[in-house]
């Protein structure tokens, strides 16, 4: 059984940082993506970024608007994808979830994703 836990979420003033960790566990090495998405009350769930170790080595991708203060990176010993927050803004502030794929498709789409944590909430204040 796959198991997906968050850690490292928490409140922080603007401009701060965060990073977040996601340790995975089950049957991790049917793995092909695994990401990070979140969604803030009232607003629809948003990739951030997510890592394709599905083969011919890893590849990271993130959302075009959180790119240069967002960063996605993995340590395969620990089946753990982290989440480096820089420069954090207000509008940051969310439930951030991590998402685990065993297919092939699209990273940005959520469908894709078969596995989900509970999520660690971020909060920004200004």
């Known amino acids: 059984q796959v198991q997906l836990v968050e850690s490292g979420g928490g409140s922080v003033q603007a401009g701060g940082s965060l990073r977040l960790s996601c340790a995975a566990s089950?049957?991790?090495?049917?793995?092909?993506?695994m990401g990070w998405f979140r969604q803030a009350p009232g607003k629809q769930r948003e990739v951030v970024a997510s890592?394709?170790?599905?083969?011919?080595?890893?590849?990271?991708f993130a959302a075009d608007s959180l790119k240069g203060r967002f960063t996605i990176s993995q340590d395969n010993a620990k089946n753990t994808v982290y989440l480096q927050m820089n420069s954090l803004k207000p509008e940051d502030t969310a439930m951030y979830l991590c998402?685990?794929?065993?297919?092939?498709?699209?990273?940005?789409?959520?469908?894709?994703?078969?596995?989900w944590g509970q999520g660690t909430q971020v909060t920004v204040s200004s």
């Open positions: 998402a685990a794929s065993s297919r092939d498709g699209f990273w940005f789409l959520s469908g894709i994703y078969d596995y």
């Open positions: 890592i394709y170790s599905g083969g011919g080595g890893a590849r990271t």
């Open positions: 089950g049957a991790t090495y049917s793995f092909k993506y």
